[in-house]
């Protein structure tokens, strides 16, 4: 009956143990010399990424420590894909019925084309357990579905009325080519919010990969840098560029691979 006892309250006091350590009051980080064991359980962090080429997205990640050194999560992003051959104009012209300046355009673009990213993956650490302010390595991907959204970019172009400064705004047609990468024609960008009415959608998948760069790994405070590659399939026509003997060498692609500098700023507890 004793011995009974004793292997009871020994196994109590290794359970009490275990779940002490897996949660730690703010700043209050402890390193065991083997430098194991659960420090925090949850971490969410708000991401701000560049990827080529000059892509911008924003988003977050809320994960699950299932170990100390490896956590599974599912993220949320939205952002821009670009054309590799987008390149602005700036023709700084002056309509002199309303006095306003031209904006920027991309000659050859015609559409826009933005990705909303739902993500599930995994982040696991290669180096060490890192005491504060140092930096543990390793490496992360994740996969979903992503939803493209899809929008005709406008043009403001001179209307062709002799002796008249009228501008109207255009989109590309299919049957409009010539007249829409008209240079001598071309007054600037649209307003953003033109052809917001005409939105399309289109469905796809996406996948990510990248090494991991955590700074202070196990404060309370997350801070990480990501460097890796992406890639988003999209179904259905989502061309961004106009493909025409106007604009040599362009073509469209539905598969999108672009670089990546990732940064998180978030919290653990």
Request: glycine residues 10%.
């Amino acid at each position: 009956m004793i011995r009974t006892l004793f292997i009871l309250t020994v196994c109590f006091l290794i359970t009490a143990s275990a779940s002490a350590q897996q949660r730690l009051p703010g700043n209050s980080n402890i390193y065991g010399a083997t430098g194991k064991g659960l420090v925090y359980d949850n971490e969410m962090s708000f991401n701000f990424s560049l990827a080529t080429p000059r892509n911008f997205l924003i988003g977050m990640r809320s994960g699950k420590l299932v170990s100390f050194d490896e956590m599974k999560y599912w993220s949320l992003s939205f952002g821009d894909l670009r054309h590799s051959r987008e390149r602005r104009e700036n023709p700084d012209r002056i309509n002199l019925l309303t006095n306003r300046v031209s904006r920027a355009y991309v000659y050859g673009k015609q559409n826009q084309l933005y990705a909303l990213r739902f993500g599930f993956g995994k982040r696991k650490y290669l180096s060490e357990k890192a005491r504060q302010r140092g930096v543990a390595i390793g490496y992360s991907y994740e996969f979903g579905p992503t939803l493209g959204i899809l929008k005709p970019y406008y043009l403001e172009v001179d209307a062709g009325e002799p002796g008249n400064n009228r501008i109207i705004d255009i989109r590309h047609t299919g049957i409009n080519t010539a007249e829409f990468l008209n240079q001598d024609r071309i007054f600037g960008a649209s307003a953003w919010t033109q052809g917001v009415d005409e939105i399309s959608i289109r469905p796809g998948v996406h996948l990510k990969a990248a090494a991991h760069f955590a700074f202070g790994a196990y404060d309370e405070m997350a801070k990480s840098l990501e460097a890796g590659l992406s890639a988003d399939f999209l179904l259905g026509n989502a061309d961004i560029m106009i493909e025409s003997d106007l604009t040599p060498g362009i073509s469209n692609s539905p598969l999108h691979i672009n670089l990546f500098i990732n940064v998180q700023l978030g919290k653990r507890w």
